[in-house]
C-alpha cells in the first residue's frame, strides 16, 4: 500500500489528491490525533513522532511513505530517508519545484508552522536550486486551530490572515506557497488577502503527480502495491471535531480507524 | 513533595498560587508540551496520559498530586483516585464551591476547552452541590492556542472572547468559572466582556487554600513532604514559546527540564 502520514486531519488534502490521481492503488493513513499539533513542538520530539508513524504504516504493509505533514518533512525527512530502506516522499520538494516555476519576479513567500518557518527548509531547497529567488517567511501558528474549529470564512479568521500576510505583502511576493497541509482549506481567504495576481501553490497536486510519475518509472514496485479494497484511515485518537474536517475534505464520511 | 501535572504550561498559573501559600514545601511540576493541548482529544485518550503523568510524578517522590488541568480532571481525577492511593487534588472542585459561594442568582457560566465542557463535570457538580443554581457552559478552543501565542490583548483574542462570551451574557450570568488554567492570563479581556458585576472564578487561589488547610490536618503527610531545595519544573518537550509563558505566568526565568 501507499502509506501517507500527518500530525492529523490537515494530510487528508494530499491523501485526497494521490487518491484522485492513483486511484488505482490502496492507501493507507494514519494520523497522529492523539499527540497533533506537530507544529508548535520541538523538531526533536517531531523526529521522534515521525519515525513511529514510518514504523506503524511498514507495519500495515505501506511500500512507500508519503510524508504529507510540512512540520514532519521539514524536520525528519532525511532522518526518515537514512533510516527505512523505502521510497519516501513529502510536500515540501514539489512545493519548492513549483513555486520556482511560478515565480517571474524570484520573490516568493512562505506561510507555515512555527517549526516548519523555523527550519529554514523552505528558503535552502529554494535557494539552493534558483539562487536568484527571495525568499520570505512567516510562521502562522494559528491557522490550524482555526481550521480545525472549522472557522474558514469568520471574520477573526479574515483578520488573522491579514495579519499574518501583510510582511508578504509588504515585500511584494509574486509567489506564497502554502506550507502546510491545513491551509489549502483557507484558500479563498488568502487569495484575496495576498493579492489577486500571487500564485498560491499547493504542493497536493505535484505531489501526487510527483508520485505517479514515480510509479510509471518503477513498474516492479508498483506491482508490489495493493489495488482494489477500501482505503484505510487510521488515527491515533477520534474526535467528532477531527471527523468533521475529514468529511469536508473529503466531500463524504471518513471512517476513522483508533489505533489505540 | 507536592507533584502537579498539566498538558502544559497553563497549569503553571496553579503551580505558581501554591507556591505563594505553601512557600515552605517543594514542588514538582509536568507539563506534557509533547502532547499538548489535551482539550481537543478524547476522553480516553486524555484519561491515559493522566495515569502517566502521575506515575512519573510519584517516581520523582511526589507523596500529593495535584491535577492542574481541567480537561484531565474533567476526565480522570475520580480513576486517578481510584487507581493511586495518594491524596489527589484537582481544579474543578474549588471553583465549584467558589462559585456557588459568589452567585447571588444562582445563574454560573462556565468557559473551557471542548473535552472539558463535553464531560459536563461542573454542571454535573455545581447542581449537586446547589440544586437551584442553572449551569450554562461554552466550549472555548481557540482561548488556549491565542494565550500560548501570548496574543493577550490582541483586537483579534478581543473579538474572539466577545462571541465565545455572547451566549453567556445573554443568559444574564452572574458568575463566571475560568474552567481552563490558561485563561486567568485572558482574565483582563474577559472581565469587561461579560460585564463588571460578573464575578469570574479562577480556581487556583481557593485550590491552594483547600491544599493549605489538608496539610494542616494531616501533620504526618505534611511531615513526609519534601521542604527547601529549588522547585523542578519537567516538560515532555521544551519550547521557545513555553518558556516565554512561563516567565510571564511567574515573572521570573523557568528552567524547564526535558524530561526526554
Same mark, same amino acid.
Given at each position: 500500500?501507499?502509506? #501517507?502520514?500527518?500530525?492529523?486531519?490537515?494530510?487528508?488534502?494530499?491523501?485526497r489528491? #494521490?487518491?484522485?490521481? @492513483?486511484?488505482?492503488?490502496?492507501? &493507507?493513513y494514519?494520523?497522529?490525533?492523539?499527540?497533533?499539533?506537530?507544529?508548535?513542538?520541538?523538531?526533536?520530539?517531531?523526529?521522534?513522532?515521525s519515525?513511529?508513524n514510518?514504523?506503524?504504516?511498514?507495519?500495515?504493509?505501506?511500500?512507500?511513505i508519503?510524508?504529507?505533514?510540512n512540520?514532519?518533512?521539514s524536520?525528519?525527512?532525511?532522518?526518515?530517508?537514512?533510516?527505512?530502506?523505502?521510497?519516501?516522499?513529502?510536500?515540501?520538494?514539489?512545493a519548492?519545484?513549483?513555486?520556482?516555476?511560478?515565480?517571474?519576479? $524570484?520573490?516568493?513567500?512562505?506561510?507555515?508552522?512555527?517549526?516548519?518557518?523555523?527550519? $529554514? &527548509?523552505y528558503?535552502?531547497?529554494?535557494?539552493?536550486?534558483?539562487?536568484?529567488?527571495?525568499?520570505?517567511?512567516?510562521?502562522?501558528p494559528?491557522?490550524?486551530?482555526? &481550521?480545525?474549529?472549522?472557522?474558514?470564512?469568520?471574520?477573526?479568521?479574515?483578520?488573522?490572515?491579514?495579519?499574518?500576510?501583510?510582511?508578504?505583502k509588504?515585500?511584494?511576493?509574486?509567489?506564497? &506557497?502554502? $506550507?502546510?497541509?491545513?491551509?489549502?482549506? @483557507?484558500?479563498?481567504?488568502?487569495?484575496?488577502?495576498i493579492?489577486?495576481?500571487?500564485?498560491?501553490?499547493?504542493?497536493?497536486?505535484?505531489?501526487?503527480?510527483?508520485?505517479?510519475?514515480?510509479?510509471?518509472?518503477?513498474?516492479? @514496485?508498483?506491482?508490489?502495491?495493493?489495488r482494489?479494497?477500501?482505503?484505510?484511515?487510521y488515527?491515533?485518537?477520534?474526535?467528532?471535531?477531527?471527523?468533521? #474536517?475529514?468529511?469536508?475534505?473529503?466531500?463524504r464520511?471518513?471512517?476513522?480507524r483508533?489505533?489505540?
Amino acid at each position: 500500500m501507499i502509506g #501517507i502520514f500527518d500530525s492529523g486531519v490537515g494530510g487528508m488534502t494530499v491523501a485526497r489528491a #494521490i487518491e484522485q490521481a @492513483l486511484p488505482q492503488y490502496r492507501l &493507507v493513513y494514519f494520523g497522529d490525533l492523539a499527540r497533533t499539533p506537530y507544529g508548535s513542538k520541538s523538531g526533536e520530539t517531531i523526529a521522534r513522532y515521525s519515525r513511529e508513524n514510518v514504523e506503524f504504516l511498514l507495519g500495515q504493509g505501506a511500500k512507500i511513505i508519503v510524508v504529507a505533514c510540512n512540520s514532519a518533512a521539514s524536520v525528519a525527512a532525511d532522518r526518515l530517508r537514512t533510516a527505512y530502506p523505502v521510497p519516501i516522499f513529502e510536500v515540501i520538494a514539489p512545493a519548492v519545484a513549483e513555486a520556482i516555476k511560478a515565480s517571474g519576479g $524570484g520573490r516568493i513567500g512562505v506561510i507555515g508552522t512555527r517549526a516548519t518557518v523555523k527550519s $529554514g &527548509v523552505y528558503e535552502a531547497k529554494i535557494r539552493a536550486a534558483a539562487d536568484h529567488c527571495r525568499v520570505f517567511s512567516v510562521a502562522c501558528p494559528l491557522l490550524v486551530p482555526l &481550521v480545525e474549529e472549522g472557522w474558514l470564512a469568520r471574520r477573526e479568521t479574515k483578520m488573522i490572515v491579514r495579519r499574518y500576510l501583510a510582511p508578504l505583502k509588504e515585500k511584494q511576493v509574486d509567489t506564497l &506557497v502554502l $506550507g502546510c497541509t491545513h491551509y489549502p482549506l @483557507l484558500k479563498d481567504l488568502i487569495q484575496p488577502r495576498i493579492g489577486r495576481r500571487v500564485r498560491v501553490i499547493d504542493s497536493s497536486q505535484a505531489l501526487a503527480a510527483d508520485l505517479r510519475t514515480f510509479l510509471d518509472e518503477n513498474p516492479a @514496485l508498483a506491482a508490489e502495491l495493493s489495488r482494489g479494497g477500501e482505503n484505510l484511515y487510521y488515527a491515533s485518537d477520534v474526535t467528532e471535531a477531527a471527523t468533521m #474536517i475529514a468529511l469536508r475534505i473529503f466531500g463524504r464520511p471518513i471512517e476513522l480507524r483508533h489505533t489505540g
